[in-house]
């Protein structure tokens, strides 16, 4: 299995980088998060921590990051925030995608959307800012309520949530040769039927209890705290893990990155 993960490891430092490729870093294989929490959970049976692949998704809000301490302490990978609606991008992106890569960081881009904007509009937005670099992992759609947004708090039907979309989902899946994961929350996933989007993994956020027991739904990433501490950031972070074995994240990595 080590030499597995060895060499996955070295075909993501081989391909990953800036706007394409960067130079490598260390080659050894990433190690048992050493994470701790500013606000615990007390976890009552399947706790994150019995899942041994751990990573992070961040924003400009976690200012600049220590890649390569981050990766030493068991970041595995990252979901960087690269674009918003039709017209934000996030300022820290393009720092944190080439760093994560020069890292050795599997590193993922993910949109937030935004429910007062065409879905065509927005995947065309995330084309223009996400290059299509080797070894990224797939990109990914935020779906959430906007309720706290100064500009839409618009909250649209079930079946336009879904139709919207699946037409972003579509339009990216075209250009980036990947079929994207669906970010999403409790809330969210139950009012719009969520699980009706077939065919596409899901990435799903739960702080309070196992995403088993909150969804019945399968997943390939929970989020579990918004207030994790990783050494080599400053403040706090949202951790997440994979939902499956070394191997299973080898395996997977093998058969979904670009």
Request: net charge positive; hydrophobic share 40%.
């Amino acid at each position: 299995m080590k030499i597995r993960l060895m060499f996955v490891a070295l075909l993501a430092l081989a391909l990953a980088g800036c706007s394409g490729r960067s130079a490598a870093p260390p080659s050894t294989p990433v190690m048992a998060p050493n994470f701790s929490d500013a606000d615990p959970h007390p976890w009552q049976g399947r706790a994150p921590q019995r899942y041994p692949v751990h990573g992070i998704d961040i924003s400009r809000w976690q200012s600049d990051i220590d890649w390569p301490t981050a990766r030493a302490n068991g970041v595995s990978f990252a979901f960087i925030k690269a674009t918003e609606g039709g017209d934000l991008a996030d300022p820290a992106f393009r720092t944190n995608w080439e760093a994560a890569g020069r890292a050795g960081v599997p590193r993922g881009a993910y949109h937030f959307f935004y429910w007062c904007r065409p879905a065509a509009e927005q995947a065309r937005w995330f084309i223009a800012n996400v290059p299509r670099s080797p070894g990224a992992l797939p990109p990914v759609l935020d779906l959430e309520w906007t309720p706290f947004s100064p500009t839409c708090t618009r909250r649209p039907p079930a079946a336009e949530v879904r139709a919207e979309a699946q037409i972003f989902l579509s339009l990216i899946e075209r250009h980036y040769g990947q079929r994207p994961l669906i970010y999403t929350t409790v809330d969210f996933f139950d009012e719009n039927d969520m699980a009706r989007m077939s065919g596409h993994a899901f990435w799903l956020r739960s702080v309070a209890a196992h995403p088993d027991d909150r969804y019945n739904h399968p997943w390939t990433f929970w989020q579990y705290t918004s207030t994790g501490l990783v050494p080599g950031i400053r403040g706090k972070t949202d951790i997440n893990v994979f939902a499956g074995s070394r191997q299973a994240w080898a395996d997977w990595l093998a058969a979904h990155m670009r």
